[in-house]
């Protein structure tokens, strides 16, 4: 008999959540959490790159070429001239190997910026979660695995208000499944997660700081949720993949993280100096 949606959730949970947190928690080298975020990424990429385009060579061009630009922006840094490179092996490398293997003439256009689209958006985008680790000294793992929490907890809180509390549509066009009491369940569960890091291992962030980046976090992971049901509608597919039981692909269950991840990244360095010194 086939699992039920929520048991094979719990059976994926009960065997990722371990793994996750021991890259996260291990002290050993913040690389091994990028092993991880890096191998997620060229899986997302694909699954991008997938729902798009048909010829398998020019995917895994983009999947390598995706990857190639993650490695750069990780391991030199968004303030030390990662973010250039990552900008440069998104485009550059993708429209030469365009130029030279261009198919179909009438596609290349279209294919050239699906492809970086799909680097930036599965690759560069979720690249920022394994920067938090890096970049955010001994409480790295805490941010992280604060980015996950607020769209996890996020994500469940909006699956059991939508189905217990309203009906009432949130936006049909693209996901005729979400309410807008799901929106509000989801807010809740955000903040729910946020309280309980604060108490539990973030202590020393003033209350202030901690929803200045859930709340907006939270609203941006739904919005990073639409987006790819955005995606899949247009090309007519349920899911992105099929890697994870009762979850689809890898793009389903980390749609969030892409929003929220940069925004965690770029508060903690950017608008909460407060918070830096805190955790450095």
């Not at 983009?62 to 391991?75: K, N, Q, R």
């Not at 700081?209 to 995606?231: I, K, N, W």
């Not at 890697?243 to 909460?272: E, K, N, Q, S, T």
Request: proline share 3%; charged share 10%; aromatic share 12%.
């Amino acid at each position: 008999m086939a699992l039920g949606n929520l048991a094979s959730r719990f059976l994926v949970a009960l065997v990722g959540v371990p793994i996750i947190l021991g890259a996260v928690y291990q002290n050993w080298h913040h690389g091994i959490l990028w092993v991880v975020v890096f191998a997620a990424s060229l899986v997302a990429i694909n699954e991008f790159l997938a729902m798009a385009i048909d010829d398998k060579t020019d995917r895994m061009a983009g999947v390598i070429l995706g990857g190639l630009a993650c490695a750069g922006f990780y391991w030199l840094g968004f303030r030390h001239g990662g973010a250039l490179v990552a900008m440069f092996g998104a485009t550059v490398p993708v429209g030469l190997y365009y130029m030279f293997r261009f198919g179909d003439m009438s596609t290349a256009a279209a294919r050239f910026g699906t492809t970086v689209a799909g680097i930036v958006y599965g690759g560069l985008l979720f690249t920022f979660l394994a920067m938090l680790k890096r970049d955010g000294g001994p409480h790295g793992g805490d941010m992280v695995v604060f980015v996950l929490a607020i769209a996890w907890v996020g994500d469940t809180g909006a699956y059991f208000a939508g189905r217990f509390l309203g009906k009432t549509k949130l936006y049909p066009a693209v996901s005729p499944g979400k309410t807008w009491a799901g929106a509000f369940g989801g807010l809740a569960g955000s903040a729910l997660a946020a309280v309980v890091m604060h108490l539990v291992r973030m202590q020393d962030v003033g209350w202030a700081h901690m929803f200045a980046m859930a709340l907006p976090a939270a609203a941006l992971g739904q919005m990073g949720d639409l987006v790819e049901s955005m995606l899949k509608r247009s090309r007519g597919v349920k899911d992105s993949g099929t890697l994870l039981p009762g979850h689809g692909g890898m793009l389903d269950r980390v749609d969030a993280v892409l929003f929220i991840g940069p925004y965690v990244y770029l508060y903690y360095f950017v608008a909460g100096p407060e918070l830096h010194r805190l955790f450095s």
